[in-house]
């Protein structure tokens, strides 16, 4: 039975006549990796605050365990693991003695403190440099220290506010291998905040727009480019070229767009095709391309290059911004 | 026959099982001799910033300061000390006490130092208490964890406190052990009160200026501003304060012919006006206890003090004629504290 771990109901926050969250309703299953998307300023930490009870809301309740965040924060921050943007260790200690205080502050007593330390340390691929101090940690070390010092407490959930910044490529893959690995490993609900959409798109189960404090979708990655794109969710991208015998000159080599919608007339559910850098892109309902390929190959031309094109988030993203602007 | 010595395993455990004792009265220590109990997160908390305190080099430069002018006044008044006593001094007994107020002129004496340097102690502990959390990304993290917002600063004070009456405490010591090896004399049980009483007082004072520092880092965002407005504040309090007084004193001052009354009501006002700055309530207070023969802090009228034989008063009867300063000591300490607290509850935590 999946529970929902994370509620929020009718949210507001208003910064005097500022509305940094406005009336969210979102709820968080037990075990997801959920993604909050949403640009600078969309009202994404100011939600966080508000779950781990540091602020309060203006309206509307949040309930994160079933344990109300306004009301009780220490039994939500006992059970919620929360990474800030920017995390901060104390730069005189070594990395193990900022593990330690942390753990005593979540009452553990010395020894096990030291023992879930240490093996935290090793998880994160730390464990060498636990005795350094951490002024001397590059970024992505305290990053992940960020990420030992959250998992300490044996949290349920782990709230991460964008938790990439500033870290090389491959150093974000790490992380966000390790945090996903580690999800699964312990059955952990993770909140991920960014703005980064490709980051979220490769580990998140569901993900959530944030807007100017407005949730505009929810949904995995899929059901929300169908919901987004209504009428065509699917781009076919197809290179075509007349066969080598029948060509001699290179500009005559490529077929025009009148060619291919003559040859794909008889498919039905293409809605629009265009040709952008001599490859024709050819939208459709549904997945098309083994028919489309089919009517190439039949109608004697080579066909090159096949590529089914889902939408990305980043595609998401932006027709998000198009509409939203539109509105206004 | 018992003899300590033949059985030195013996006298050793012994002694060992009498120190467990002692420290098992203090769970505190107790529990950070033990690896597997919990320890409330409150007093983690301060034993961090305890640790941080002791290793700073801020600190260690201050303690070098105070400690080497305190010696410096010792010093003098240890080669004073012999002349300071006249034939008719009404304190002629208290010649211990003497060690904290003689001076020859050149320096300072003891107590005069502490009033001094103390401001600066509490202001260098307190300056950046929470803003530098909140520079260092440390203090969102800190709170995200299950402790409840107030025990971040209770904590914090509680650890410049426990630090600044270690140090008053210890210094104090010094200079009466100096004292006791240099004069031979040992302090009379109310001269040691008195001495303690006095260690006190400025510890009080100095956690004055220590939350008056703890409330500028709440409410500025850059270290550096809460330690110069924490400064200006000092130095207004000490140099600008009374040269406004003087001002105002000379502007509102009776004639020589006014009748006594007016005289008198015109030193009320000027000692009102002082009385507002705790640095006059220290001074004041110290005075009197260190110089028993202080029998009030106001103006006397030639009736009370006809016929008066000059003496020394108890302790008891000293520690009522400052206990209106302690009280405005302590009323301004904890409006200090108050207002830092309800500041920093009232706010948003965000990282940097």
């Known amino acids: 039975m999946v529970g929902n771990i994370i509620e929020l109901t009718d949210l507001t926050k208003k910064y005097g006549s500022f509305t940094a969250v406005d009336n969210l309703n979102l709820t968080i299953r037990e075990g997801e990796v959920f993604g909050l998307l949403g640009p600078n300023g969309a009202g994404k930490t100011t939600t966080i605050l508000m779950m781990l009870g540091l602020t309060e809301p203006t309206s509307g309740s949040v309930k994160v365990c079933d344990i109300n965040s306004t009301t009780n924060p220490i039994e939500v921050k006992r059970r919620v693991g929360y990474l800030p943007e920017n995390v901060g260790f104390y730069d005189n200690l070594t990395g193990l003695q900022n593990l330690l205080f942390t753990a005593r502050l979540n009452r553990l007593s010395g020894k096990d403190a030291t023992a879930r330390a240490e093996q935290l340390l090793d998880k994160v691929g730390l464990s060498k440099a636990s005795g350094k101090e951490t002024g001397k940690y590059s970024r992505g070390m305290l990053q992940r220290l960020g990420l030992a010092d959250l998992l300490i407490k044996n949290p349920d959930v782990i709230i991460l506010d964008e938790p990439t910044l500033g870290i090389d490529p491959t150093g974000v893959k790490e992380l966000l291998e390790l945090i996903v690995s580690m999800s699964k490993e312990q059955g952990l609900t993770v909140l991920f905040c960014s703005h980064h959409l490709h980051q979220v798109q490769q580990v998140c189960d569901r993900v959530g727009l944030f807007v100017s404090g407005k949730l505009l979708a929810e949904g995995d990655i899929q059901s929300l480019s169908k919901s987004l794109f209504t009428s065509s969710p699917y781009i076919i991208e197809a290179g075509v070229s007349k066969p080598v015998t029948a060509a001699t000159d290179s500009s005559e080599n490529e077929y025009s767009v009148e060619w291919i919608s003559e040859v794909l007339r008889h498919i039905q559910g293409i809605t629009n095709v265009y040709n952008k850098n001599g490859i024709f892109h050819i939208e459709c309902s549904h997945d098309l391309s083994s028919d489309i390929a089919k009517a190439v190959i039949t109608a004697g031309a080579c066909l090159n290059y096949l590529n089914k094109k889902e939408y990305g988030l980043d595609d998401i993203y932006y027709r998000y911004f198009e509409g939203g602007e539109g509105h206004e | ?352």
Request: net charge positive; with cysteine.
């Open chain 2, 1 to 352: 026959m018992n003899n300590p010595g033949k059985n030195p395993q013996s006298f050793k455990e012994r002694s060992d099982a009498g120190i467990n004792r002692f420290f098992s009265r203090f769970s505190v220590l107790k529990r950070v001799k033990k690896d597997d109990e919990i320890v409330h997160p409150f007093w983690v908390i301060v034993f961090k910033e305890i640790s941080d305190h002791v290793r700073s080099w801020r600190f260690i430069i201050l303690i070098a300061i105070i400690a080497l002018t305190c010696f410096g006044s010792m010093y003098t008044a240890l080669t004073t000390i012999g002349k300071s006593v006249k034939v008719n001094d009404p304190e002629g007994a208290f010649l211990f006490l003497k060690l904290f107020t003689t001076s020859d002129g050149t320096l300072p004496s003891f107590f005069v130092f502490v009033g001094f340097l103390g401001p600066l102690l509490g202001i260098s502990l307190g300056f950046d208490t929470v803003n530098s959390e909140q520079n260092k990304g440390t203090l969102s993290r800190i709170l995200s964890q299950p402790i409840h917002r107030d025990y971040l600063i209770n904590a914090k004070f509680m650890a410049a406190l426990i630090v600044i009456s270690v140090l008053l405490f210890v210094l104090g010591f010094l200079v009466i052990g100096l004292g006791l090896i240099t004069i031979g004399i040992p302090p009379t049980p109310e001269e040691f009160w008195r001495i303690i009483f006095f260690i006190m007082l400025s510890i009080l004072y100095v956690a004055f200026w220590l939350n008056l520092a703890i409330l500028f880092s709440v409410v500025f965002h850059q270290p550096a501003t809460s330690a110069l407005s924490c400064i200006a504040v000092w130095l207004f309090l000490t140099v600008f304060y009374n040269l406004i007084v003087s001002l105002i004193a000379k502007a509102i001052e009776p004639s020589a012919l006014a009748n006594p009354y007016q005289v008198f009501h015109y030193e009320k006002i000027i000692m009102t006006l002082l009385r507002i700055l705790p640095s006059e309530l220290f001074s004041d207070a110290t005075t009197t206890l260190l110089m028993p023969s202080v029998r009030s802090l106001g103006p006397l009228t030639m009736e009370q003090i006809y016929g008066a034989i000059p003496g020394p008063i108890p302790l008891g009867q000293s520690l009522m004629l400052v206990w209106p300063q302690i009280t405005g000591l302590i009323a301004a300490t904890i409006l200090c504290f108050v207002l830092s607290y309800v500041s920093f509850m009232k706010r948003e935590i965000r990282s940097r």
